[in-house]
């Protein structure tokens, strides 16, 4: 399933983010690639432990939680350490590659990629290329959102960020492990919750949105991994 969510983050927040990333001391993203990647991957990413990678970190992790899109798509277990990449200059572009299945966390933990996901922090008028384009059975997608929206995707996916020929494209990427493993399964639950809060906001509660919504439930019980 591939899910764009708006308003993760509002402007003000996005321009409070902005102004510590701006500022901030970026480096050679390839750091942080395995073999694969390293070759194709040619982009700046921050330091995790410096200080505006901290604070707009935690910014984005508050601004999930209170979207209920984001809650009902990817049913998170864990969330990976939030990252935040800039494209522009000469480290401009990300080849096609498959991102890895298991990601370590700064504390060891081991974190599945079910579900990748990326928060746009630049609008589009601000750079030129830069579509992050993704390649699934959903056929071939090219994604540029506005500041503070944000795009889930399958971590099975093909993906690539085509060359920023102007300006830059700045952005904060993370992986879910869904307590749902199954991208299918959880495409069914998230039609059933929305298609249930669409019946409820049009008719109210009925006996009828109430066997469904146990339904859901049971599916979620079967399902999950907790």
């Given at each position: 399933?591939?899910?764009?969510?708006?308003?993760?983050?509002?402007?003000?927040?996005v321009?409070?983010?902005?102004a510590?990333?701006?500022?901030?001391?970026?480096?050679?993203?390839?750091?942080s690639?395995?073999?694969?990647?390293?070759?194709?991957?040619?982009?700046?990413?921050?330091?995790?432990?410096?200080?505006?990678?901290?604070?707009?970190?935690?910014?984005?992790?508050?601004?999930?939680?209170?979207?209920?899109?984001?809650?009902?798509a990817?049913?998170?277990?864990?969330?990976?350490?939030?990252?935040?990449?800039?494209?522009?200059?000469?480290a401009?572009?990300?080849?096609?590659?498959?991102?890895?299945?298991?990601?370590?966390?700064?504390?060891?933990?081991?974190?599945?990629?079910?579900?990748?996901?990326?928060?746009?922090?630049?609008?589009?008028?601000?750079?030129?290329?830069?579509?992050?384009?993704?390649?699934?059975?959903?056929?071939?997608?090219?994604?540029?959102?506005?500041?503070?929206?944000?795009?889930?995707?399958?971590?099975?996916?093909?993906?690539?960020?085509?060359?920023?020929?102007?300006?830059?494209?700045?952005?904060?990427?993370?992986?879910v492990?869904?307590?749902?493993r199954?991208?299918?399964?959880?495409?069914?639950?998230?039609?059933?919750?929305?298609?249930?809060?669409?019946?409820?906001?049009?008719?109210?509660?009925?006996?009828?949105?109430?066997?469904?919504?146990?339904?859901?439930?049971?599916?979620?019980?079967?399902?999950?991994?907790?």
């Amino acid at each position: 399933m591939l899910l764009a969510i708006p308003d993760i983050l509002s402007a003000a927040e996005v321009r409070q983010a902005r102004a510590l990333l701006d500022a901030a001391p970026w480096g050679d993203g390839r750091a942080s690639a395995g073999d694969q990647a390293a070759r194709v991957k040619h982009n700046e990413q921050l330091p995790h432990d410096c200080e505006a990678a901290r604070t707009v970190r935690d910014s984005v992790l508050r601004g999930l939680d209170r979207q209920p899109l984001f809650l009902s798509a990817a049913l998170p277990r864990k969330i990976f350490t939030p990252r935040f990449n800039r494209y522009s200059g000469t480290a401009n572009h990300y080849g096609d590659h498959v991102d890895n299945a298991i990601r370590f966390t700064e504390g060891g933990q081991r974190v599945r990629t079910d579900v990748s996901c990326t928060v746009f922090l630049s609008d589009p008028h601000e750079y030129d290329g830069g579509e992050l384009v993704i390649r699934d059975t959903f056929g071939t997608q090219q994604i540029k959102l506005p500041a503070g929206h944000a795009v889930l995707y399958p971590g099975t996916s093909v993906h690539q960020v085509l060359p920023v020929t102007r300006g830059a494209r700045v952005a904060c990427f993370f992986w879910v492990e869904s307590m749902v493993r199954s991208d299918e399964q959880r495409r069914l639950l998230y039609d059933m919750d929305m298609a249930l809060m669409q019946l409820r906001q049009q008719h109210g509660d009925s006996p009828a949105t109430t066997t469904l919504t146990g339904t859901y439930h049971n599916l979620l019980r079967q399902w999950a991994d907790t």
